[in-house]
């Protein structure tokens, strides 16, 4: 009786650690201000992740990030020119002040994935966002809003939900709070999948650009 109950309790402890690994392989999606489409990409392995930007109707590269979220360092990269550099760590951002913060009873499948809804309001900025949310391996994305500091609505608005571990957000809309909508995001797939060491390395050809 003990060795079955050794072999089971080893393959209890084999599911719940893979079931624990963070999130590998490729997440796009778009983002318009409702004038401009831009589509991207996040590229993520353990701490590391690359962001990058294509115009719409294009595959072509505009630009990437690399972002290591251990040591938070961050390396633009442009591939018309073929250059990159180091970018500087940015200042705080601090959550606007007055959030109003509502997680509705409303669920939905989006992508095949269950989300719950979160509305942000902030009345002196003369926004709301709300924000469908899957729970998942998505631990890197809070870590990845804190390095690049980014101070748009829907990554301060975003950042003031609580408990963030595990979750990421595949819709997102932005409205004044008259209803007129200046924004959205919108995961376009998912990929969970290995990832090559080499797309996170500058690439070779590549000059160093000193700001």
């Known amino acids: 009786m003990r060795p079955f109950l050794t072999f089971t309790s080893i393959l209890l402890l084999t599911l719940v650690s893979a079931t624990a690994q963070n999130f590998e392989g ?3 999606f778009t983002k318009s201000n409702m ?4 589509r991207y ?6 701490n590391m992740v690359r962001i990058d930007e294509m115009q719409e109707g294009k595959e ?16 633009a990269l442009s591939h018309e020119r073929k250059l990159y550099m180091k ?4 200042t705080p951002v601090e959550t606007p002040k007055g959030l109003e913060l509502k997680k509705g009873e409303l669920q939905k ?17 003369d926004r709301e966002l709300t924000f469908w949310v899957t729970d998942g391996n998505f631990d890197f994305f809070p870590k990845l809003l804190n390095v690049l500091k980014r101070k748009d609505h829907y990554s301060t608005f975003y950042l003031s939900i609580p408990d963030l ?13 008259l209803r007129d909508k200046k924004g959205f995001l919108q995961v376009d797939k998912i990929e969970s999948k290995k990832l090559d060491d ?14």
């Open 165 to 177: 571990n595990g979750k990421f957000p595949l819709t997102a809309d932005e409205l004044t709070l």
């Open 60 to 75: 072509d590269l505009v630009a990437a990030l690399l972002v290591n979220l251990e040591t938070q360092e961050t390396i």
């Open 109 to 125: 499948s989006i992508n095949g994935r269950n989300c719950s809804q979160y509305r942000v309001k902030s009345r002196e900025l």
């Open 35 to 38: 004038m401009d489409v831009t």
């Open 26 to 28: 490729s997440i796009y």
């Open 41 to 46: 990409a996040y590229h993520v392995k353990g």
């Open 198 to 211: 080499r797309m996170f390395a500058i690439p070779a050809g590549f000059e160093k650009v000193e700001k």
């Open 87 to 90: 970018r500087p760590k940015g």
